[in-house]
């Protein structure tokens, strides 16, 4: 079959025929969507009534159980319920008033080009030029350069007195690497204490397979409390010393440990969350945020996961009385790797 | 007075007299516009207003959920502001949570409990304002995904696309400061592994961490600062990109699906009044309702659980929300190898890459979608109709890579919840991922293009056999065949009004001369590309080829697929 | 079925498949929640000793050794104390019912009460171990929920979740959830430090901390859900899941509804 006279695409057929809705032919049907719209409406009325008589009726802490909630606070169950009535009443008689009521034939808007015409840039670029001109921009270079560089430099102020005020950076290299297990020179070695009850630790208290959190003795002196944790915080655990590794790894923890008992830094290499998660059996330790894994018995070196560098290592031992002390801080900075960290 | 300026001064007048039968208002609205009309003159911009016509789609409405999602997080901010207390001075909690009582914890996060548990409806306020957000973030995601599939970004809404972009980033750093607020123990972990990551930026990173927490890690500063990041700078910031984008899709007026009557030149549609009114604004209570029944249903961030925050305890299932979710699974997917030490200092990219350059660089690569599209199809016109997406293949396949790309970062940083839910290795999932983020997206791309240019064929068939009628009719000879109804001329124009340009020839990269020179280098490029986006097409149904399958009947048409014409055109290679 | 064909785009019908939809993930919630441990008292009489180790014999001897000294199958059980045998029998984890990456709670007990006892105190009788809880610090009573909630953040949250919903471990292992746990159990878990778990004595934390834990938990079981449905205590990763799939949907339902021209 020949395709002459046809044309090379298809032709847009134009808008389809209009079809009507019921309500826009059987007035009955227009009534019942009215009733339906105002009923709507009614009902986010009763909705925000629900809502100011809950308010002040309801007690804060009565009660209620709910399927598939349990037990829960009554207040907040009515008040969220009579508030999404109150505005769904409104969003639904609207919606449906627009479409059953409200005339459903599509209008045509005709588009124009959006770029100016070429007129309309022209004049813009000559009002351009006659300001310029009249500015005598183009006469007094020394203006244009003094001006465009003060324009420049005005924020520069503002930046510095931002940048400048909020903080000190100077100590930030030198405080990274202290942690309130250092001892001064001649000092007294700090003993390790329970985290949340503050109490020593006696070498013969630690059971095989058992582990404890640990804070330095000093942080009852501490006047940054959280900040001094966030790099004091120690995990302390007990192992067979058999259970170490049989190379220079196992031997360092072990012998920077007490009768088989050895203290890490708690603070992940990777990005500083606790790494607390100690597996008694396997002795692994797991960071519970991008589960980074360290082998406690090789000195907890990383053996999973995004962490490059092993746990610092606490070295401990005991006093006079039996508590585990540490005589020095940590041998390198601990947490999260920087850039001048071995400087 | 010249003739003509006498017409023009009648014309007025009589203008002004046609406009008189208005007269003077009597009702009260009636005086307080005319009011405001004599000291705005608005009632000349309404008339254009009202009268603007928007289609009618549900797909359009995504970005009036994100729209209304960011109003109502504006509106219950506002109330949790009167409230909450952005300090991380101490106390001693004395609020009705019992298991709490006693403790010590920063003021921020004993306000929040008192929202919770001591301000009647401050709990409602808060979940609706942390639903809200979610809601914010998800919407504008798959908003822009219904832009990028239909092509909404092309010429001359790529400025929009843009401020679109900036729009989902802010979105996401402004919500990592919202849920950090409470200082809560998740939340703190949280900040403490931000202080990581900033940790990571070579050469300045110590210090930047030192400046924005105002010394040592946690300090005092932190919440006060990302307080008035989150309630003033970033929201201001938001609130006027979204007005220019707002604007700008005025003045580009909405673009719609192609259709019958349906054209590059109109918007086919409903008018902002009364439709449109009634519409949008009712779905903004629509928007409000649905987020306020979540709210009084389902607990978001029961922060009473997680206790204050305090830097040695952590819990199981330490996540962000979920919009910073991929960058937290591409921290657990980076193997920890990627740390060097060069010249003795120290280079931790497993951190830097996921935490701090991933995010820019992701939405970098968004925003400039439409720019490398542009240049590789070197098409130059103004684009209202949108394009289904079956039918720019390539475009489809490269998002759906993308989002699947996302969707395995995402899954990454829930692999201790699958591990414990899936009864899985939380080690194999994790190897797993890191496998699949490379491998996935490929097998996306291609599997997707594969369903679109598939899609483009059984649109063909359709057209040129008609639609399964469902009547099976048996012949003389014993033989049976459905019959296929023919397309109306509304249906087919559907299915055939689309574009399938063919790719840009490739030159030699060299000039006439056979000098290569860099522009025909540049050129060979383009014309590669293009034949990547190009060279699997299915081609529209033409009057021509209509004919012709008619005149092979309808059903010997599908029986000798030879005799009909050929469906798919690959690319000739010059 | 033409009727339901024909209903099928009524927009009623979002609506409805939406509560199907939220009934269905209720229920689904409701399998994942903890159920409440078998009450089990403790009652050891002297000559227990001997029934426990008939018991012992018919069902513990294949895997740790005919005098609990332990084979490949199975550990010693030599010094492990009664406690240990009351968590791992009362709780179902033993006898192990396949070998596993770790034993997980059981279904049902095997062992009535008496049972139990007998074999624990046949245990007990090998070598001193820990004993079971004294009812005073399993029952909670006397302890300090505000205390007991600090140490439980510091020494548990972290394998078992703030919330106490559980979490993972290395290479499939796990800590399980303590949610509706029973105190006495709680309390010998952390006596023995059973699998992986370590060993927190009465030397690492005291009777007063560890009543005080149990405390903490039941009186956190004890509140309220305050906001409502809580998605399983899984933090943001659920929070996320309900916003994407039941958010989304009804939005997009909605939507879909405004956008329909009207019957």
Redesign the interface.
């Given at each position: 079959?020949s395709?002459k006279g046809?044309?090379?695409?298809?032709e847009?057929?134009?808008?389809?025929p209009h079809?009507h809705?019921?309500?826009d032919d059987d007035p009955r049907a227009a009534k019942r969507?009215e009733r339906q719209v105002a009923a709507l409406f009614t009902l986010s009325i009763i909705g925000t009534l629900g809502f100011i008589v809950s308010?002040f009726a309801v007690p804060?802490?009565t009660?209620v159980f709910i399927?598939?909630?349990?037990?829960?606070?009554l207040?907040?169950?009515l008040?969220?319920?009579t508030?999404?009535?109150?505005?769904?009443g409104?969003?639904?008689?609207?919606?449906h008033?627009?479409?059953?009521l409200?005339?459903?034939e599509?209008?045509?808007?005709?588009?124009h080009?959006?770029a100016s015409s070429d007129e309309d840039r022209a004049k813009a670029v000559g009002i351009l030029n006659a300001g310029a001109e009249q500015a005598q921009l183009k006469r007094r270079p020394i203006l244009k350069a003094t001006g465009a560089t003060a324009m420049g430099l005005f924020a520069l102020p503002l930046g510095v007195q931002l940048?400048g005020s909020?903080?000190?950076?100077t100590?930030?290299?030198e405080?990274?690497k202290e942690t309130i297990w250092d001892v001064p020179e001649g000092g007294k070695p700090i003993r390790l204490v329970?985290?949340?009850?503050r109490t020593p630790i006696k070498a013969s208290?630690?059971?095989?397979?058992?582990?404890?959190?640990i804070?330095p003795e000093t942080i009852k002196d501490s006047k940054?409390v959280?900040?001094d944790?966030?790099?004091a915080?120690v995990l302390l655990?007990r192992l067979h010393p058999s259970s170490f590794a049989n190379d220079s790894l196992g031997e360092k923890a072990k012998s920077w440990g007490y009768e088989g008992i050895v203290a890490y830094s708690?603070?992940?290499t990777?990005?500083?969350?606790?790494v607390?998660?100690?597996?008694?059996?396997?002795h692994?330790l797991?960071c519970?945020?991008?589960?980074?894994?360290f082998d406690v018995t090789r000195d907890c070196n990383?053996i999973?996961?995004?962490?490059?560098?092993a746990l610092p290592q606490l070295k401990i031992t005991v006093d006079d009385e039996g508590y585990l002390v540490a005589p020095q801080g940590f041998a390198e900075p601990v947490?999260?790797?920087?850039?001048?960290?071995?400087? | 007075m010249s003739t003509a300026a006498s017409a023009r001064a009648a014309d007025l007048r009589a203008g002004d007299a046609k406009a008189a039968p208005l007269g003077a208002p009597k009702t009260a609205a009636g005086k307080v516009a005319v009011w405001a009309d004599e000291r705005t003159g608005i009632a000349k911009g309404a008339s254009v207003m009202l009268?603007?016509?928007f289609p009618?789609h549900w797909s359009f409405m995504l970005g009036e959920v994100a729209m209304y999602s960011m109003i109502i997080c504006l509106l219950t901010g506002v109330f949790l502001t009167f409230w909450f207390v952005p300090s991380m001075g101490e106390v001693a909690y004395q609020g009705?949570y019992l298991p709490l009582k006693g403790i010590t914890m920063s003021e921020a996060y004993s306000s929040t409990l008192a929202i919770s548990?001591?301000v009647?409806?401050g709990?409602?306020i808060r979940?609706i304002h942390h639903w809200a957000a979610l809601m914010f973030v998800v919407s504008l995601s798959v908003h822009m995904f219904r832009v990028f599939f239909t092509g909404a970004f092309r010429k001359?809404r790529e400025i929009n696309w843009v401020i679109g972009t900036i729009l989902s980033m802010l979105a996401l750093i402004e919500g990592f400061a919202g849920y950090s607020l409470p200082d809560d123990l998740l939340s703190g972990?949280g900040i403490?592994?931000a202080?990581?990551?900033m940790?990571?930026?070579?050469?300045?990173?110590?210090?930047v961490?030192?400046?924005?927490?105002?010394?040592?890690?946690?300090?005092e500063?932190i919440i006060p600062r990302l307080y008035s990041v989150h309630i003033l700078l970033l929201p201001a910031i938001l609130v006027g990109l979204f007005a220019a984008h707002l604007i700008l899709v005025m003045?580009?007026?909405h673009t719609q699906y192609p259709g019958?009557?349906?054209?590059?030149?109109?918007?086919?549609?409903?008018?902002l009044m009364?439709?449109?009114t009634?519409?949008a604004?009712?779905?903004?209570?629509?928007?409000?309702?649905?987020l306020?029944?979540i709210?009084?249903?389902v607990t978001i961030n029961p922060i009473w659980a997680y206790g204050p925050?305090?830097?040695?305890?952590?819990?199981?299932?330490?996540q962000p929300d979920w919009y910073m979710g991929f960058a937290?699974g591409a921290?657990?997917?980076?193997?920890?190898?990627?740390?060097f030490?060069i010249f003795?200092?120290?280079?931790?990219l497993?951190?830097f890459l996921g935490?701090i350059l991933l995010i820019p660089v992701m939405y970098t690569i968004t925003g400039a979608y439409p720019f490398i599209e542009r240049w590789v199809t070197g098409d130059n016109r103004?684009h209202?109709l949108l394009d289904r997406p079956r039918n720019a293949p390539t475009r489809t396949a490269l998002g759906v890579a993308a989002i699947t790309a996302y969707i395995i970062l995402f899954l990454a940083a829930g692999?201790?919840i699958m591990a414990i839910r899936l009864q899985m290795s939380?080690?194999d999932i994790?190897e797993a991922l890191r496998v699949l983020f490379f491998v996935a997206p490929v097998l996306a791309f291609w599997v997707t293009k594969r369903i679109c240019l598939s899609l483009q064929r059984h649109d063909r068939d359709t057209v040129l056999h008609g639609r399964e009628s469902g009547t099976l009719v048996r012949t003389a000879e014993g033989k049976y065949y459905e019959v296929h109804e023919d397309l109306d001329?509304?249906t087919?124009?559907k299915l055939?009004?689309f574009e399938s340009p063919a790719p840009i020839a490739i030159g030699s990269g060299k000039d006439a001369n056979g000098v290569s020179s860099k522009a025909a280098k540049k050129e060979r490029r383009r014309a590669k590309l293009s034949r990547f986006y190009f060279k699997d097409r299915v081609e529209?149904?033409?009057?021509?080829e209509l004919?012709?399958a008619h005149?092979h009947g309808e059903h010997e048409a599908i029986e000798a697929p030879s005799a009909a014409p050929q469906a798919v055109k690959r690319a000739k290679q010059d | 079925m033409n009727a339901l064909a024909a209903r099928r785009r009524h927009p009623a019908a979002i609506a409805l498949l939406l509560v199907l939809g939220?009934?269905l993930v209720?229920?689904a919630?409701?399998l994942f929640a903890p159920k409440p441990a078998q009450a089990a008292a403790t009652a050891v009489s002297a000559d227990a000793i001997n029934e426990g180790r008939q018991l012992f014999l018919s069902n513990c001897a294949s895997c740790h050794g005919l005098s609990a000294e332990g084979t490949k199958s199975g550990p010693t059980l030599i010094g492990v104390g009664a406690a240990s045998v009351d968590f791992q029998v009362g709780t179902g984890r033993m006898p192990l019912s396949a070998p596993n990456v770790q034993a997980p709670r059981g279904e049902r007990v095997m062992y009535d009460e008496k049972q139990i006892a007998a074999m624990a105190a046949y245990v007990a009788s090998l070598a001193p171990g820990p004993a079971i809880p004294d009812e005073k610090v399993s029952s909670g009573e006397g302890g300090d929920a505000a205390?007991g909630g600090?140490?439980f953040r510091?020494?548990c949250a972290?394998?078992h979740n703030v919330s106490g919903a559980g979490?993972a471990?290395?290479r499939g292992?796990y800590?399980p959830p303590v949610q509706g746990v029973e105190g006495k159990y709680i309390v010998e878990a952390m006596l023995t430090?059973p699998?992986?778990?370590?060993?927190?004595?009465d030397?690492?934390i005291n009777e007063e901390?560890k009543a005080s834990i149990v405390n903490y938990l039941k009186t956190f079981e004890s509140q309220?859900?305050?906001?409502?449905?809580?998605l399983g205590n899984l933090g943001p990763v659920s929070e996320g899941l309900f916003i994407w799939i039941f958010g989304l949907a009804l939005m997009i339902g909605t939507a879909f509804?405004?956008g329909?021209?009207?019957?």
């Open positions: 079959m395709d046809l044309p090379a695409t298809f847009n057929p134009g808008l389809p079809i809705r019921a309500a969507a308010y804060n802490d009660t399927p598939f909630i349990g037990k829960t606070i207040l907040n169950i008040l969220g319920v508030l999404a009535v109150s505005l769904l409104i969003g639904f008689g609207a919606v008033w627009a479409k059953t409200m005339s459903d599509e209008v045509i808007e005709e588009r080009p959006i940048a909020m903080g000190n950076p100590k930030a290299l405080e990274s329970r985290d949340v009850e208290d630690v059971a095989i397979g058992s582990v404890f959190h804070l940054h959280l900040a944790k966030a790099k915080a655990m708690k603070i992940c990777h990005v500083g969350c606790p607390g998660l100690y597996e008694q059996q396997t692994h797991l519970p945020c991008h589960q980074s894994t990383v999973f996961g995004p962490a490059k560098r947490g999260p790797s920087y850039w001048e960290r071995k400087k | 009268k603007k016509v009618d009705s548990f001591d009647r409806g709990l409602l979940q001359p972990t403490r592994a202080e990581g990551f940790r990571s930026i070579p050469i300045v990173g110590s210090w961490s030192y400046i924005v927490f105002g010394g040592a890690f946690p300090g500063a003045v580009h007026k019958p009557g349906r054209t590059e030149n109109n918007v086919v549609g409903f008018p009364p439709v449109y009634a519409k604004g009712g779905f903004f209570f629509l928007v409000f309702g649905l306020t029944l709210s009084a249903l925050y305090d830097p040695s305890p952590v819990t199981a299932g330490s937290d921290l657990r997917l980076l193997p920890g190898a990627l740390e030490e003795g200092f120290t280079l931790s497993n951190v935490a103004e209202h692999n201790d939380i080690n994790t001329p509304y087919r124009w055939v009004s529209p149904v033409t009057p021509a004919a012709a005149h | 939220l009934a209720g229920a919630y409701s205390l600090e140490l510091v020494n972290m394998c979490g471990l290395t292992k800590a430090g699998q992986s778990m370590p060993v927190f004595d030397k690492n901390g309220p859900n305050v906001g409502g449905m809580n509804w405004l329909q021209k009207a019957a």
